[in-house]
């Protein structure tokens, strides 16, 4: 089991790292946008993963947040690219 | 056995949020990028959750991860929409092979009337 979650971390890294790839080389200003929304959803996986492999509860807590304050800042920039204040 | 099970579903998870970043990195424009990462990297995460909470059995751990399966699922395609959305807004062309574009239809028929 613990050969498998390392594994599984391991296949995460490799994620996250062609997700970088995509923020650097990334064309226009959407498309780091995309990949940056990935990373933090990527990054919630990863977390799950770690409280398993840890058993401890809290990288739970760790996730959850991280998915709501990924979800607020990819909007916050969906709004930026559009071209409005947030309020609008 | 249960975590047998676990295991399963949390392999097929990362087999989805490992391909969902090579769309990401292979496809040509933003808009089939954005498309192919959310679907696939959204429905590899949650599988990861479930399995980590099918691992872990009832309690804490298993708790916290359906609730945050709950709020990927929820705000993961929010999120894709709105940036679809911003990206068109802010300019960014659709490529070539694309022949229908009926958000432009419905915006100039809304200015017509």
Same mark, same amino acid.
């Given at each position: 089991?613990?050969?498998?979650?390392?594994?599984?971390?391991?296949?995460?890294?490799?994620?996250?790292?062609?997700?970088?790839?995509?923020?650097?080389?990334?064309?226009?200003?959407?498309?780091?946008?995309?990949?940056?929304?990935?990373?933090?959803?990527?990054?919630?996986?990863?977390?799950?993963?770690?409280?398993?492999?840890?058993?401890?509860?809290?990288?739970?807590?760790?996730?959850?947040?991280?998915?709501?304050?990924?979800?607020?800042?990819?909007?916050?920039?969906?709004?930026?690219?559009?071209?409005?204040?947030?309020?609008? | 056995?249960?975590?047998?099970?676990?295991?399963?579903?949390? $392999?097929?998870? !990362? =087999?989805?949020? *490992? +391909?969902?970043? &090579?769309?990401?990195?292979?496809?040509?424009?933003?808009?089939? @990028?954005?498309?192919?990462?959310?679907?696939?990297?959204?429905?590899?995460?949650?599988?990861?959750?479930?399995?980590?909470?099918?691992?872990?059995?009832?309690?804490?751990?298993? $708790?916290?991860? !359906? =609730?945050?399966? *709950? +709020?990927?699922? &929820?705000?993961?395609?929010?999120?894709?929409?709105?940036?679809? @959305?911003?990206?068109?807004?802010?300019?960014?062309?659709?490529?070539?092979?694309?022949?229908?574009?009926?958000?432009?239809?419905?915006?100039?028929?809304?200015?017509?009337?």
């Amino acid at each position: 089991m613990e050969g498998f979650l390392y594994i599984g971390l391991g296949v995460l890294v490799v994620a996250s790292y062609l997700c970088l790839y995509r923020i650097g080389r990334g064309p226009t200003p959407p498309d780091r946008t995309v990949a940056i929304d990935i990373l933090g959803v990527i990054l919630v996986g990863f977390c799950a993963l770690l409280s398993l492999l840890t058993k401890k509860d809290f990288y739970m807590s760790v996730a959850i947040a991280w998915a709501l304050l990924s979800f607020i800042g990819t909007v916050a920039l969906a709004k930026y690219l559009e071209g409005k204040g947030l309020d609008e | 056995m249960s975590e047998y099970i676990g295991l399963a579903l949390i $392999a097929v998870g !990362l =087999v989805f949020d *490992l +391909f969902g970043c &090579v769309g990401l990195v292979r496809l040509p424009d933003v808009y089939t @990028r954005l498309q192919a990462a959310t679907k696939c990297v959204t429905l590899g995460t949650c599988l990861i959750l479930v399995g980590s909470c099918v691992c872990a059995g009832l309690g804490p751990t298993g $708790a916290k991860a !359906l =609730v945050c399966m *709950l +709020f990927v699922l &929820v705000t993961s395609p929010t999120a894709a929409h709105a940036l679809a @959305r911003g990206a068109y807004r802010s300019g960014v062309k659709l490529e070539p092979p694309v022949v229908v574009d009926k958000f432009a239809d419905a915006q100039a028929e809304s200015e017509e009337a």
